[in-house]
């Protein structure tokens, strides 16, 4: 899998998607660090390409059609992406964007290197090795490809070879599988052979004879081969290379090693050793897995090595709890899986992590399990800080020996060095804003204080308002002569100082011997009153008191003071008397309701304090469930003027 590129052969159309072959996004820091090619072709941003809104794709400006699309990202290590100073405030953009040109470089590095050991990488892409489609480059900092070296070799046979004086170069296409050189007759300089030799040199077939036509190499090189004990099959090894002598010089005293050493220029080291090598990049590093929230966890082990140390991210981490002895059990995994994270400081014991927090956790060698590593605040929290100190920055200012004249604003402060005191600009003046004395807080002189500072105003108040003293118990100072003037004394009580030290009103009250709803009426706006004229603007209602006069009762007293309205049911088999009532004042009026049971014929009569008009007693109704009704006003306390009606249903 490649972690930072894509390609899309026989690709058509506009829009691309930045997704690599798993289907993962191909994430960048910058969006010059992506690099567009079609059919090998870079493209350039804006002149022939920009990127969605997302940020997730690559809209070509004009379509293709059965193009070979290739979408790649190289991050810049060149910089640090952020640079974090002493006393600089860490953002989770930073800490993630750090993290990022890191992974990001490694991701790359392993797309590169990690076609080593699978032998499904383009080498090419390397910038040490030659491709088959690149300049060739003679020098010791550079190796190259199969296709390098069989695209050198096919240059130098076709360039660099050529005819001569017996010599002649009948076909220089390697690309068609043949080289072919012809010897003229006019050789004759082998019968100088050694003994033995022509033996030798006729068992060459026409074609091994043919690759010495027209060779210019020294008897120096040739005798690098006097010696050799490599076979036939070893030797035919370079049957076919097209590679120069400078070419193949390069593999001079370098070896080919098992190990990874970074600081050696004769080594070549082998795709398992790379490999071996960025695997311990990658564990040295440790890994990082960002997440959702809580309940997006990994099924299995995110370590590379399933082992402890790959931090995982949270973004949000609102909603999980964790006990009082600092263990959260209510994350999950994406499979529904408990998630068990342990070693949370007893700060964070028995609460909940609040909505919009992020939390960083590390692997443990236990599936599912994680170790507290670290709350991440809000951003808004973060930048609500920054703000903060920022503005405390911009408005506290270097401590000097004098106030500053320049660039004040309301609110500024400096420590002053000579009088040790905190200065605050009011907007016109510095003045003292803490103090350690009295002295050294401004008073602005007012009324008869003329002191500039509180110590001088209290000493002042202390030496020319309460320098004498009283002559007797039970005073207190003030005046008791109208207008201003010189303090007095005034006669205290005892009963006085007991309300005036009194904390509240509360307290007044009970030294009073006040109780409220007691004998003394609480204050309500709406309260009626009997001493003044009132309009009353909601109804007012008096409550029927229900009254029932037993089968042998033969007498029943009404009491004015219970209420003014009264239902009286007559069950009395005898003559009952209505009495005089009790309580009895001057101005009550009401209505009593006389009702006959489901017998009727009661007879009821009554007092003689009962005034009915013409002096005669009424007549009640008789059938049964009668309802009659005598409305009344007390004149006084021996006359109760009533009115009847008879036969109410």
């Not at 006389?594 to 007092?607: E, F, H, K, N, W």
Request: aromatic content about 6%.
């Amino acid at each position: 899998m490649a972690f930072a590129s894509i390609t899309y052969t026989s690709a058509s159309g506009t829009t691309f998607a930045l997704t690599n072959s798993d289907g993962n996004a191909i994430e960048y820091l910058r969006q010059s660090d992506i690099s567009v090619t079609v059919n090998g072709t870079v493209q350039t941003i804006t002149t022939d390409y920009t990127f969605n809104a997302a940020g997730t794709s690559i809209v070509l400006n004009s379509a293709v059609s059965s193009a070979t699309v290739v979408l790649s990202r190289t991050t810049s290590i060149a910089d640090a992406t952020v640079s974090f100073t002493a006393g600089s405030t860490l953002t989770a953009a930073d800490l993630n964007n750090s993290d990022k040109q890191n992974r990001f470089s490694l991701q790359e590095f392993s797309d590169s290197f990690g076609g080593l050991s699978s032998g499904t990488g383009d080498l090419s892409a390397l910038a040490g090795f030659i491709g088959g489609s690149e300049t060739w480059t003679s020098d010791d900092a550079h190796a190259a490809t199969t296709a390098g070296i069989d695209a050198r070799i096919d240059t130098v046979l076709t360039t660099d070879i050529s005819g001569g004086d017996g010599v002649t170069i009948v076909d220089d296409s390697p690309a068609a599988g043949q080289i072919r050189v012809d010897l003229d007759a006019d050789i004759a300089t082998l019968r100088d052979m050694q003994t033995g030799a022509a033996t030798q040199l006729a068992a060459l077939t026409s074609t091994e004879l043919g690759i010495l036509d027209g060779a210019t190499v020294t008897t120096d090189e040739l005798n690098l081969l006097d010696g050799v004990t490599a076979t036939t099959t070893e030797l035919n090894i370079l049957d076919g290379v097209t590679a120069t002598a400078g070419e193949l010089n390069q593999l001079d005293g370098n070896t080919l090693t098992n190990s990874f050493n970074g600081s050696s220029t004769t080594e070549f080291p082998t795709s398992s050793a790379i490999n071996t090598h960025v695997v311990g990049l990658m564990d040295s590093l440790g890994g990082f897995v960002a997440i959702a929230d809580d309940q997006s966890f990994p099924t299995t082990n995110p370590d590379p090595s399933d082992n402890a140390g790959t931090v995982v991210s949270i973004a949000d981490a609102g909603g999980l709890v964790i006990n009082g002895s600092g263990t959260s059990t209510t994350g999950r995994t994406t499979g529904s899986a408990t998630v068990t994270i342990t070693g949370f400081p007893a700060s964070m014991n028995s609460t909940t992590v609040q909505a919009g927090l992020g939390l960083q956790v590390q692997t443990t060698t236990t599936l599912n399990t994680y170790t507290y590593h670290k709350l991440i605040a809000r951003e808004d929290d973060i930048i609500q800080l920054s703000d903060d100190i920022n503005d405390f920055n911009n408005r506290y200012r270097p401590a000097r020996a004098t106030d500053y004249t320049t660039d004040n604003d309301t609110g500024d402060l400096y420590f002053n060095t000579t009088n040790d005191v905190l200065r605050v600009f009011d907007g016109t003046n510095f003045i003292n804003g803490v103090a350690s004395n009295a002295s050294d807080v401004t008073n602005t002189p007012a009324g008869d204080i003329a002191a500039t500072n509180v110590q001088a105003a209290i000493n002042e108040l202390d030496t020319e308002k309460l320098a004498d003293n009283v002559s007797a118990t039970d005073r207190v100072l003030g005046r008791s002569t109208a207008g201003a003037g010189a303090v007095e004394e005034i006669a205290c009580t005892a009963a006085g100082r007991a309300l005036i030290d009194d904390a509240d009103a509360a307290a007044q009250r009970t030294t009073l011997g006040l109780v409220i709803g007691t004998n003394v009426q609480a204050f309500d706006a709406d309260n009626a009153v009997t001493d003044a004229n009132q309009t009353f603007t909601a109804s007012q209602r008096g409550t029927i008191t229900a009254v029932t006069v037993a089968a042998g009762d033969t007498t029943e007293q009404l009491n004015f003071n219970t209420t003014n309205n009264w239902a009286l049911t007559l069950n009395n088999t005898a003559s009952c008397e209505l009495q005089n009532p009790t309580n009895i004042t001057a101005g009550q009026s009401g209505s009593i309701f006389i009702i006959q049971d489901a017998t009727g014929s009661r007879i009821l009569t009554y007092g003689n304090a009962w005034d009915f008009i013409g002096g005669t007693a009424p007549t009640l109704s008789t059938a049964a469930n009668a309802v009659d009704r005598i409305d009344y006003v007390v004149r006084s306390g021996t006359s109760i003027h009533a009115v009847f009606t008879a036969n109410y249903s």
